[in-house]
């Protein structure tokens, strides 16, 4: 075989491997967007799960576990942006007393989700569903940290709702909050089918 022969067959070669490659990264992310989508069905915004899960949908492949973290991991993304936002809103001048103490103490609250949902996404990476003795144990916790991450949303929301403000810094900070309180509901939604799954004849 001459050498331009040589060449060409192993570039035809790397050509069929890289396209291999290339159909089996397409396949694994499209069935992972499917995974997402039957997963999502179990949450309160089905439609909202899917759309911010199917950038991970690699990470995630079909691993209910990753499922789970991703959206918390979201949740507290969503937290952390809200918290920096209204630190900013309280440095602001033209809230009334009781408009300022309303936001300070939505920081507060979303300073203890973004504590909760932290504790969350580390106590997950660490639950081992198989043969773990703390398993049921370390779910509790996940499961009890986001869903008090969506109660301190959920007061946020309402103590804003009680006090009068800038309505364009109202609907700011409550669409912020909101996210907040429906991606926490989303992956508590998913937390809790894990758990389930996993910590049958484990209690």
Sequence with gaps: ???????????????????VAEFAAAAGTAGGIDYIRTSC???????????????????????????AKAALSVSLTKAQSCSAFMSNVAKSKGLNSRAYQAVQDCINQVADSVNSLSNSVHELSDASPSGSQD????????????????????????????????????????????AIAQHSSNALALVNRFAAKHSKGKR
């Design 1 to 19: 075989m001459t050498s331009s022969n040589l060449s060409f067959v192993i570039l035809i070669s790397v050509l069929h491997i890289v396209g």
């Design 41 to 67: 069905t179990i949450t309160r915004y089905a439609s909202l799960c899917v759309q911010s899960l199917t950038p991970y949908a690699n990470a995630i492949g079909q691993n209910q576990q990753q499922l």
């Design 135 to 178: 398993f049921s144990w370390r779910m509790s916790n996940v499961e009890t940290w986001t869903s008090a991450a969506l109660t301190d949303a959920n007061t946020c929301l309402y103590g804003l709702s009680r006090q009068t403000m800038n309505a364009n810094v109202r609907s700011m900070i409550r669409a912020r909050v909101l």
